[in-house]
């Protein structure tokens, strides 16, 4: 399904950059997820150097995108948690449940534009949820029961990006 959907986007004009070498995720991240973050999506992320739309305001994560930001301008992977944490502020209950909701989400998918949204992997289930802003944890929903079916179902039309 993973090479199928790789074309899919292509055809719809993504911007979608083969990796000449896989880029490993970093092990802080890995082990972050207790490595369970699904070998499909592994072997989706491992395939590309860049996945984004024409417009570079949403983008599929892959393995360039978990190194460090380089500028203040750059989106790090984890960037939402980030910005939750950020509005937590020094309210340490809400930080501890931004970063609680995060350890067990793992993101695959951000769009900046026309709202702030994403899509994730439920690293206890292995299902995908979306989420928008303002509360990106305590709006998310379930999409898809599986990242193979997250991929069948953007193909199908039933998941919009």
């Known amino acids: 399904m993973v090479d199928e959907f790789i074309q899919w986007l292509s055809a719809q004009n993504w911007k979608v950059i083969?990796?000449?070498?896989?880029?490993?995720?970093?092990?802080?991240?890995?082990?972050?997820?207790?490595?369970?973050?699904?070998?499909?999506?592994?072997?989706?992320?491992?395939?590309?150097?860049?996945?984004?739309?024409q417009t570079g305001n949403k983008w599929f994560l892959v393995g360039p995108d978990?190194?460090?930001?380089?500028?203040?301008?750059?989106?790090?992977?984890?960037?939402?948690?980030?910005?939750?944490?950020?509005a937590a502020g020094k309210d340490k209950k809400w930080a501890k449940e931004v970063t609680d909701f995060w350890d067990t989400h793992f993101p695959i998918y951000l769009c900046t534009d026309p709202e702030y949204y994403y899509?994730?992997?439920?690293?206890?289930?292995?299902?995908?949820?979306?989420?928008?802003?303002?509360?990106?944890?305590?709006?998310?929903?379930?999409?898809a029961g599986s990242f193979p079916e997250f991929l069948a179902k953007i193909v199908s039309?039933?998941?919009k990006l």
């Open 18 to 53: 083969p990796a000449e070498t896989a880029t490993p995720i970093p092990e802080d991240v890995l082990s972050r997820y207790g490595h369970e973050i699904p070998q499909s999506w592994l072997n989706f992320a491992g395939k590309l150097a860049k996945c984004e739309d």
């Open 66 to 86: 978990f190194k460090p930001a380089k500028t203040e301008d750059d989106w790090s992977w984890n960037e939402l948690e980030l910005m939750g944490l950020d």
């Open 119 to 143: 899509y994730a992997i439920d690293i206890e289930d292995g299902s995908v949820i979306t989420s928008t802003e303002p509360d990106f944890e305590e709006r998310a929903k379930r999409v």
């Open 157 to 159: 039309g039933a998941i």
